[in-house]
T-cell receptor
């Protein structure tokens, strides 16, 4: 029932290498979000998008960049991965305000990233 | 700023036991409150929500009541099953703010034993 898919689901990389995670949706939702999940921290917002080419920073954006060139795709890039970026990354989508199902998040299955 | 505090886990119960997971929050105004569930290897799923004081959210036998006087949104279920084993997250979203900008609690791991 995947209206939202993340890729890759697992990745191991080395410190200093670039990494891109992809979030793809088929729901035509306006808003897309990237979070990281770490023990003892719940979910923390990295970046979000409110439309094509419209993005903004969340609470833990340092070291990350994003791009949204199409409604359906939201990319998260670590330009130079560090061990502190080892985490599980979740993408989520949300309909626009006033839409059916507004104020409800749908999450992807997550991408587990290990930086050695 | 906004914050959400959940009872620390892990919580281990026997099947058919009563479940309470405490959640208290700090926020100005009238936020919306949510409970999400995360099953092993999956993303979070919305379990229930409440948007104003005294509202009760319910789903799959779980309930939570928005208590503004105690700034709480405790999750309850009368009889848990093994299939309820998961991590539960409480979250708040300020009024007129997207759910994606919610503040999440740290999560409470529930294990239900047969």
């Amino acid at each position: 029932d995947a209206g939202i898919t993340q890729s890759p689901r697992h990745k191991v990389t080395e410190t200093g290498t670039p990494v891109t995670l992809r979030c793809h949706q088929t729901e035509n939702h306006r808003y897309m979000y990237w979070y990281r999940q770490d023990p003892g921290h719940g979910l923390r917002l990295i970046h979000y998008s409110y439309g094509v080419k419209d993005t903004d920073k969340g609470e833990v954006s340092d070291g990350y960049s994003v791009s949204r060139s199409k409604t359906e795709d939201f990319l998260l890039t670590l330009e130079s991965a560090t061990s502190s970026q080892t985490s599980v990354y979740f993408c989520a989508i949300e309909p626009g305000t006033g839409s059916s199902g507004a104020n409800v998040l749908t999450f992807g299955a997550g991408s587990r990233l290990t930086v050695l | 700023g906004n914050s959400v505090t959940q009872m620390e886990g892990p919580v281990t119960l026997s099947e058919e036991a009563f479940l309470t997971i405490n959640c208290t929050y700090t926020a100005t105004g009238y936020p919306s409150l949510f409970w999400y569930v995360q099953y092993p290897g999956e993303g979070l799923q919305l379990l229930l929500k409440a948007t104003k004081a005294d509202d009760k959210g319910s789903n799959k036998g779980f309930e939570a009541t928005y208590r503004k006087e105690t700034t709480s949104f405790h999750l309850e279920k009368g009889s848990v099953q093994v299939s309820d084993s998961a991590v539960y997250f409480c979250a708040l979203s300020p009024h007129n703010t997207n759910a994606g900008k919610s503040t999440f609690g740290d999560g409470t791991t529930l294990t239900v034993k047969p």
